[in-house]
């Protein structure tokens, strides 16, 4: 017999896309693993509750540090394995590219774990440069460099050689080359980098990002450019500056066998550039490595049909193939799959406010009177008759009748209490024809419609455009759960919308194995207990995509490390206040400040308020500076402490 918290699992999918690191406890909450297989495990609901008690309320981006080092040996484990499976006579490297994620713990603790593989950093701008510069990498490490550079941009990456970084700029463009030959020149006393080439590949990817690769691509070198850097650096006597190919067809990259169309191009570029006596050893693959979003291990834009042993057999085996065939060495592979090191280790948890109305309930019991209009009368005889047998034709005659009762209604022929009337029959007629339908074997799309107009809509306290901008802009799927009554059976079927006033911020397509759920299955809302629901997965570019839609700022967040005895809050940061979100916008403290306080004074000055009112109003305003952009949970107040450690 299935237990509750069995069929919670298949409800919710999460041992499909959970990795082994989430799952449901006997109290039927949601746990968080430190690694796929531990048994240590951290209870969410507990540190939420944990968190409440230390005046930090919902929305809470908590993140675990933990699983990034569990991604980065499951990712070494992969091409370990695969190196010796296929006797590949190179090795294997990765660098985390930085735009996925800045934030200073999660790459640290990536090179924390990393630095035992000799991982290192990718930088794509003047800042993230900046910022890598400075952390502590291995001697053997990379810090490899994409995207378009100024002088000043490969200056500062002669800075970081100088120091003894092993620094790779990748040329994008020609002009870069000459920028990097004339810095090289002033620089003959030592630190020199190493120089790569983005070659642009006939090969696509696949999935949302498919444009990444191919003959239109934004980046890369065309064959002509290709053997003009060669020739330019041979011209030079620079030719053993160029070390390394690279190549990107796109992020999150669904299908393994465009991969292996990719590896085995790039590759034959690599053996022909090696054959042309240059010194090149390092083949970098780009990123693209998809996360399994929704579990169903296909090719869908939010899954990926391979796993990551799968891909890791796929790069070695397609390059060992060519390099053999080409009588060429193997060359130490790059990789630089940020979405599957960071994706898992953030989640955000927020409340459910609410349940927005959308369907018309009856305030007070409704009685069909003689006096009432036919329309009305036949909608009552509608609801009291509606049969198993007959939903369907009694459904679409209460669509008529309901038409009927709008065109009666504008020629002022009914009254607004006959209208109000009539619709509340109708949604009855609807809700009962609902529940017949899912009854049956096999459900049409008509009533798939109406169960998605009759579902629940959840208000939900935070903002898709900050936290979940991928789904907003690119119908990228996150599974969501709520973290605690798993072990009772979902009664509900709710959409989610956010407290945005934009009428995009909704949530109404989610996780599921087989399809693309149109609803979600939740519980009932429970005046004064709070509702708890998590956003999974959401740890690879949502916080650097986020944006600032109504001036809502980033939550706030916890850091969780797991250990025998359960969880540990290491480190509270407090999320955005409201003076914080206006002062971005340009509005300082003080013009705000001030122009309140004309206000008052004015009002003052003429009577309508006392000097005591105004120095309690100005107080009140100016008080709030230090409050939470986001709702107050049961009334919690925020404080205005910004960091916290524990």
């Known amino acids: 017999m299935t237990t509750a918290i069995e069929q919670t699992l298949e409800t919710y999918g999460i041992e499909n896309w959970g990795a082994g690191y989430f799952d449901v406890n006997r109290k039927g909450n949601l746990i968080v693993r430190p690694a796929e297989g531990d048994s240590r495990s951290a209870d969410l609901k507990e540190i939420m509750d944990d968190l409440a008690r230390r005046g930090i309320g919902a929305p809470v981006l908590l993140r675990f540090p933990q699983l990034v080092a569990a991604q980065v040996r499951k990712l070494q484990r992969a091409f370990s394995r695969s190196i010796r499976e296929f006797e590949y006579q190179g090795s294997h490297m990765c660098v985390y590219p930085m735009k996925v994620n800045q934030q200073r713990s999660l790459v640290e603790e990536y090179l924390r774990e990393g630095s035992r593989y000799d991982f290192g950093l990718e930088a794509g701008s003047k800042a993230e440069l900046y910022a890598a510069l400075a952390l502590e990498q291995t001697a053997d490490s990379l810090l490899v460099l994409n995207g378009f550079k100024d002088e000043e941009f490969i200056e500062l990456a002669f800075a970081g050689a100088r120091v003894g970084k092993r620094v790779v700029i990748v040329i994008e463009k020609l002009s870069e080359l000459d920028h990097v030959l004339n810095i090289a020149e002033r620089n003959e006393s030592g630190g020199i980098p190493i120089l790569g080439m983005r070659v642009k590949l006939y090969s696509k990817g696949s999935g949302r990002w498919e444009k990444s690769g191919g003959e239109a691509a934004k980046f890369g070198l065309t064959t002509t450019e290709m053997l003009e850097v060669i020739r330019r650096l041979e011209q030079a006597d620079r030719i053993d500056m160029l070390r390394l190919l690279h190549f990107h067809i796109g992020s999150q990259l669904t299908d393994i066998k465009r991969i292996k169309n990719a590896m085995k191009e790039a590759a034959r570029v690599y053996a022909k550039v090696y054959q042309m006596k240059v010194p090149i050893d390092l083949l970098d693959v780009g990123g693209g490595m998809a996360v399994d979003y929704d579990g169903s291990k296909t090719a869908f834009d939010s899954s990926a049909n391979y796993s990551a042993q799968e891909f890791a057999n796929d790069v070695i085996y397609t390059i060992k193939q060519v390099c053999d065939d080409e009588n060429v060495p193997h060359p130490t592979i790059i990789q630089e799959s940020g979405r599957f090191l960071a994706a898992y280790h953030a989640l955000l948890i927020t409340n459910v406010q609410d349940e927005i109305e959308t369907v018309v309930e009856d305030i007070t019991p ?248 105004g120095a309690e109003l100005a107080q009140f305003y100016e008080s709030r500076y230090d409050a939470y952009t986001y709702l107050s949970v049961n009334g919690a107040k925020t404080r205005s402490r910004r960091h916290t450690d524990y």
């Open 366 to 613: 409704i009685e069909i009177d003689d006096d009432d209009p036919q329309v009305v009368t036949e909608l009552g005889e509608l609801r009291e008759s509606i049969t198993v047998k007959n939903y369907r034709e009694y459904y679409h005659d209460a669509l008529e009748h309901r038409e009927e009762l709008f065109t009666l209604f504008n020629l002022g022929l009914v009254s607004l209490e006959d209208r109000a009337k009539g619709e509340v029959l109708f949604w009855d007629v609807c809700e009962h024809a609902d529940k017949y339908a899912q009854q049956a074997k096999y459900v049409s799309e008509e009533f798939d419609d109406l169960r998605r107009l009759l579902c629940a809509k959840y208000l939900t306290n935070f903002s898709v455009f900050r936290s979940v901008p991928d789904h907003w802009a690119l119908d990228q799927l996150f599974p969501i759960v709520p973290i605690h009554y798993l072990n009772k059976p979902p009664t509900e079927y709710a959409t989610l919308c956010d407290i945005t006033c934009d009428s995009d911020g909704v949530i109404d397509k989610f996780v599921d194995l087989h399809d693309v759920k149109q609803v979600l299955e939740l519980h009932a809302l429970v005046p004064g207990e709070t509702y708890y629901l998590a956003f999974l997965l959401v740890g690879a570019y949502q916080e650097v995509m986020g944006n600032n839609h109504n001036l809502f700022g980033m939550p706030h967040e916890a850091h969780i490390y797991i250990d025998d005895e359960g969880y540990l809050i290491k480190k509270v940061i407090r999320g955005t206040t409201v003076g914080e979100a206006t002062e971005r916008a340009r509005y300082e403290r003080s013009l705000l400040h001030d122009g309140f306080r004309r206000l008052i004074n004015q009002r003052v000055k003429d009577g309508e308020l006392s000097e005591a009112e």
